[in-house]
């Protein structure tokens, strides 16, 4: 169903067709876009990215953003990360603005970020000396060897990015990412360079890791099947430029949850078609 912000008089499992609008700010808000405009400028002039953002993600909340190539999303992402500061607006995390990176909002990219130098247990032993320095040299190796066994990484841990498959290095990525132990967790199509099976399996990874620490997650995808299995909301983004928040669908399938059990559930196909039409029909891109 849609969240507006209110309780649903829709029966379960409908799908409203009523464009959803973010509520404003609210006391559990954890995660909070207030008004948000992002104007970025090109040599041909002003080019307005995104318009009017508002959206309360809750602490824990498992969110998916979709929507075509230049709908924002990356930019969102990069608001949350710290990485850029939007024209217009607030992004807060714990009520107080986010101006630059921090420890606190870790970022799992689709090309790895690994350092090729380094063996997949340096590379997430040096993220944990960064982000929690108090941490003795016992302790840390204990965290790292807790998250490269959490990943099923343990048997790979002296070995260099190269010598180990795209999936073994999204492994090491997401272990490098949680352990840092982050509030909020941003993944960037983490699974979209990776084969079926292994993407299947690195989600069901993920949200047995996400279930054990939950942090807050926002993740871009453009699998609307992978967003279902993953989210508790699917933010629905219109096309750029001055792309917003067009739907919001809230995903009522109970956790734990299997790509079997809720592919049964006829909520499922609901959903997913409601989705599609959406992405495909009224908001359809030619050049996507």
């Given at each position: 169903?849609?969240d507006t912000?209110?309780?649903?008089?829709?029966?379960?499992?409908?799908?409203?067709?009523?464009?959803?609008?973010?509520?404003?700010?609210?006391?559990?808000?954890?995660?909070?876009?207030?008004?948000?405009?992002?104007?970025?400028?090109?040599?041909?002039?002003?080019?307005?990215?995104?318009r009017?953002?508002?959206l309360?993600?809750?602490?824990?909340?498992?969110?998916?953003?979709?929507?075509?190539?230049?709908?924002?999303?990356?930019?969102?992402?990069?608001?949350?990360?710290?990485?850029?500061?939007?024209?217009?607006?607030?992004?807060?995390?714990?009520?107080?603005?986010?101006e630059?990176?921090?420890?606190?909002?870790?970022?799992?990219?689709?090309?790895?970020?690994?350092?090729?130098?380094k063996?997949?247990?340096q590379?997430?032993?040096?993220?944990?000396?960064?982000?929690?320095?108090?941490?003795?040299?016992?302790?840390?190796?204990?965290?790292?060897?807790?998250?490269?066994?959490?990943?099923?990484?343990?048997?790979?841990?002296?070995?260099?990015?190269?010598?180990?498959?795209?999936?073994?290095?999204?492994?090491?990525?997401?272990?490098?990412?949680?352990?840092?132990?982050?509030?909020?967790?941003?993944?960037?199509?983490?699974?979209?360079?990776?084969?079926?099976?292994?993407?299947?399996?690195?989600?069901?990874?993920?949200?047995?890791?996400?279930?054990?620490?939950?942090?807050?997650?926002?993740?871009?995808?453009?699998?609307?099947?992978?967003?279902?299995?993953?989210?508790?909301?699917?933010?629905?983004?219109?096309?750029?430029?001055?792309?917003?928040?067009?739907?919001?669908?809230?995903?009522?399938?109970?956790?734990?949850?299997s790509?079997?059990?809720?592919?049964?559930?006829?909520?499922?196909?609901?959903?997913?078609?409601?989705?599609?039409?959406?992405?495909?029909?009224?908001?359809?891109?030619?050049?996507?």
């Amino acid at each position: 169903m849609l969240d507006t912000g209110t309780p649903s008089a829709s029966q379960a499992g409908a799908v409203p067709s009523a464009t959803a609008t973010a509520t404003s700010a609210t006391p559990e808000a954890f995660l909070s876009f207030d008004g948000v405009g992002q104007v970025f400028q090109t040599r041909r002039g002003p080019f307005e990215a995104l318009r009017d953002i508002n959206l309360q993600v809750r602490q824990g909340e498992f969110l998916c953003v979709i929507g075509h190539s230049g709908c924002g999303k990356s930019t969102l992402l990069n608001m949350v990360s710290g990485f850029l500061t939007p024209s217009s607006g607030r992004v807060s995390l714990r009520g107080a603005p986010i101006e630059r990176p921090g420890p606190d909002r870790m970022v799992v990219f689709q090309n790895y970020s690994l350092l090729p130098w380094k063996t997949v247990q340096q590379n997430v032993e040096l993220a944990v000396k960064a982000a929690r320095p108090e941490l003795s040299p016992g302790a840390r190796a204990q965290v790292v060897e807790h998250h490269l066994e959490m990943v099923h990484l343990l048997d790979a841990r002296h070995q260099k990015p190269a010598q180990i498959s795209g999936g073994m290095r999204q492994r090491v990525a997401i272990a490098r990412a949680l352990a840092v132990n982050p509030a909020v967790l941003v993944l960037d199509e983490p699974f979209g360079a990776l084969d079926a099976i292994t993407k299947e399996e690195l989600q069901e990874e993920l949200l047995a890791i996400w279930q054990e620490q939950r942090p807050t997650v926002l993740m871009i995808t453009h699998d609307i099947d992978e967003a279902l299995f993953l989210a508790d909301r699917i933010v629905m983004m219109t096309n750029g430029p001055s792309a917003t928040i067009g739907e919001i669908l809230e995903v009522p399938f109970d956790r734990p949850r299997s790509y079997e059990t809720i592919q049964r559930d006829p909520r499922y196909g609901q959903l997913r078609n409601h989705a599609l039409d959406f992405l495909f029909r009224r908001y359809a891109h030619d050049d996507d």
